[in-house]
């Protein structure tokens, strides 16, 4: 056989026509606002890599559950080297929905949910979901999403909800009523950035989870009406959700509550992540998360109420130390605190007999840790002296090595050996074994 090389992108070819097959119930003006890129094509590389980025865009459009791409010579075109892309697509059934399992922060739960997909031809959805975890917490929702400009990534929602959740490490059960509404945005500049504007609306009722909750957290037990503004920008570049192997996350919020409600407060907070490949398959990972929460007004020495505090510690968390371990406690309930910074420092290897199979390193790795981390209250800060000295004094310090398992790329299960290093007092410390499993990690 003589074979001969081709340089696809010294090929001219151009795109005569776009066809996209099976559309029932999509309307027209939502898919033509998606096709333009494929016409400017001018070599058969990139239409091939224009025909996949449409094919990809039209399963992000919330109307099919899968679509296929064929490239075939143009019919009756008047000029040479044309083409006739046609898209095979399937959409969503017009009712949806099912029973299924999630997996939370070190929980598990049990999910249903029904839904009507593409209800009006433009990608919106309306459903309504439940879900019910191992202990005890349960979430149900009722929401409406539809994309705005005929985009799919400038997405509004509305949702109704209620929340119960027990809180065992703080000794309180948390039952929340409220309202939703969110609009998301990508920022085109920079890729993969993404801005998202909400306001909540929460009736808030705080329990003692029992007769012995202590008075440090049945001063904060009542009701709270919660009106609150928050802006979060969303920047991700990992190549991978849970194993990453190269890239960068960042994610920073500020929430102001006070819009009408007595919970009055600004809340910020920041997560970064940067991933840096080594020799040998290994893998470098820092991760840095903080935030501060301040009372919007500081009359009659108002504080910040329990359930608007950061807590630390936890197998996904500070390892070493109990789930909210890290922090002053009252008689065995973590208080939490109004400021609080903690970092990891990670290596990722592969496992002895899995060197050599690449298939298997996005799914199971050796991890050797290095954490430290701190949370305290604002009120005892005077200075800016004194700020810095409650930001390192007692900072917790622990390391270890471990297993970490990716879960269907939507979560990871830890199994690590903890040594905790530096600890206070009041903190729970766990050294040995630690399991966890969760979607957020330090």
């Not at 890129?37 to 239409?47: D, H, I, K, M």
């Not at 903080?290 to 359930?307: D, E, F, H, T």
């Not at 810095?388 to 970490?404: D, E, I, K, P």
Request: hydrophobic share 35%; aromatic share 12%; glycine share 8%.
């Amino acid at each position: 056989m003589n074979l001969e090389k081709v340089k696809l992108d010294q090929v001219p070819a151009y795109c005569a026509r776009v066809n996209v097959n099976g559309i029932q119930r999509t309307k027209e003006d939502y898919l033509r606002h998606q096709i333009d890129s494929v016409f400017t094509s001018n070599t058969f590389e990139s239409l091939l890599l224009n025909a996949e980025q449409l094919r990809s865009k039209l399963l992000q459009l919330g109307c099919f559950r899968d679509v296929t791409v064929v490239i075939d010579s143009a019919k009756d075109a008047k000029a040479d080297y044309s083409y006739d892309v046609t898209y095979i697509t399937e959409e969503f059934r017009p009712i949806s929905g099912g029973i299924n399992t999630a997996v939370g922060q070190n929980e598990g739960s049990l999910c249903t949910n029904f839904s009507l997909p593409n209800l009006f031809g433009r990608g919106e959805k309306f459903g309504v979901d439940y879900s019910y975890s191992n202990r005890g917490n349960t979430e149900g929702r009722v929401f409406f999403t539809t994309p705005t400009q005929l985009d799919p990534n400038k997405q509004f929602s509305m949702s109704l909800f209620r929340t119960y959740f027990d809180n065992t490490w703080s000794s309180f059960k948390q039952d929340d009523h409220g309202i939703n509404i969110s609009y998301n945005i990508p920022l085109g500049v920079v890729p993969n950035a993404v801005h998202s504007f909400t306001w909540e609306g929460v009736w808030r009722s705080v329990l003692a989870a029992s007769p012995s909750t202590s008075l440090d957290i049945r001063r904060d037990a009542g009701h709270s009406l919660k009106s609150s503004l928050k802006y979060t920008a969303t920047i991700d570049n990992r190549d991978h959700p849970v194993i990453a192997q190269r890239g960068s996350f960042s994610q920073s919020s500020i929430e102001l509550a006070g819009l009408g409600g007595d919970s009055q407060f600004v809340k910020w907070s920041t997560q970064h992540q940067i991933n840096v490949p080594l020799p040998m398959k290994s893998i470098v990972q820092w991760c840095l998360s903080a935030g501060a929460v301040w009372p919007l007004l500081q009359r009659n020495s108002q504080s910040i109420k329990i359930n608007d505090r950061f807590f630390l510690g936890g197998p996904l968390n500070i390892r070493g130390f109990d789930y909210h371990g890290v922090g002053p406690h009252s008689e065995g309930a973590a208080l939490g605190g109004d400021c609080y910074w903690a970092s990891g420092l990670h290596l990722y290897t592969p496992l002895p007999f899995l060197y050599h199979r690449e298939n298997l390193m996005t799914h199971v790795r050796l991890h050797y840790f290095l954490n430290a981390g701190n949370v305290f209250n604002l009120q005892s800060v005077r200075s800016t002296q004194s700020f810095f000295s409650q930001l390192t004094n007692a900072t917790r310090l622990s390391c270890g090595l471990g297993v970490v398992l990716n879960l269907m790329n939507v979560a990871r299960l830890e199994l690590n050996y903890t040594l905790p290093l530096w600890n206070q007092v009041h903190d729970r410390v766990i050294k040995g074994f630690q399991f966890g499993v969760g979607f957020t990690f330090i």
